[in-house]
């Protein structure tokens, strides 16, 4: 929905008097002819959930294998994939489209997984599956996720890329274990886990 003007501006806008320019002559200034008022859009502004699942996803990787009739694209190879400063690395991904081929709904990918989402989240797994439609990216094997100094690892990590969340569950390998670094006096930081490949995040 159209998101509505705040009351105050509304008020504001009512309240105050047309301004009149000076006149040239002692006489008294005529009122000044109020304006019309300004003709509102109609047309809803996008939700910022609904910008970013409109962003473009670009794929590279060593070989690229295109099944139509499956609505199925899958690359293998140092792939690397990219969506709205959010980069994805795996040795093989299976990108699925819809039934008209020309959108992304979900992606799966295996071995080496490690993303770093927009908002500086850095995580690895053996198995990752993104959804489109939701936003959602989940770790699956192994799976652990670090966020500025802290880190929480599980057995699945759900990441929601439109929010400020994530979900982390334990299985067969284990409980849910996490790790939060209290700010150091000095202004050092620990070491970060190495993770190869060009970052959006400094």
Do not use: H
Not at 22 to 50: G, M, Y
Not at 76 to 81: D, M, P
Not at 114 to 123: E, P, Q, V
């Amino acid at each position: 929905m159209r998101r509505a003007l705040p009351l105050a501006v509304l008020l504001l806008g009512a309240l105050l008097p047309p301004l009149a320019l000076p006149s040239p002559s002692p006489v008294l200034a005529q009122p000044a002819t109020p304006k019309k008022p300004a003709v509102r859009s109609d047309a809803p502004s996008p939700k910022p959930e609904e910008d970013e699942k409109n962003q473009p996803v670009t794929v590279d990787a060593d070989q690229m294998e295109s099944m139509q009739k499956e609505g199925l694209v899958i690359f293998t190879g140092n792939v690397v994939a990219r969506q709205n400063n959010s980069v994805q690395y795996a040795d093989r991904t299976e990108v699925y489209l819809d039934a008209k081929g020309d959108k992304v709904v979900r992606t799966v990918s295996l071995g080496n997984v490690r993303i770093i989402t927009k908002d500086c989240r850095i995580g690895t797994a053996g198995r990752a599956e993104y959804y489109d439609a939701e936003q959602r990216v989940v770790l699956i094997g192994n799976a652990r996720v670090w966020r500025d100094d802290n880190m929480a690892t599980g057995d699945r990590i759900t990441i929601f890329l439109a929010e400020d969340r994530s979900v982390v569950e334990g299985g067969r390998q284990g409980r849910v274990k996490a790790i939060f670094y209290p700010k150091s006096q000095d202004g050092q930081k620990p070491v970060r886990p190495a993770v190869s490949g060009p970052f959006p995040c400094g």
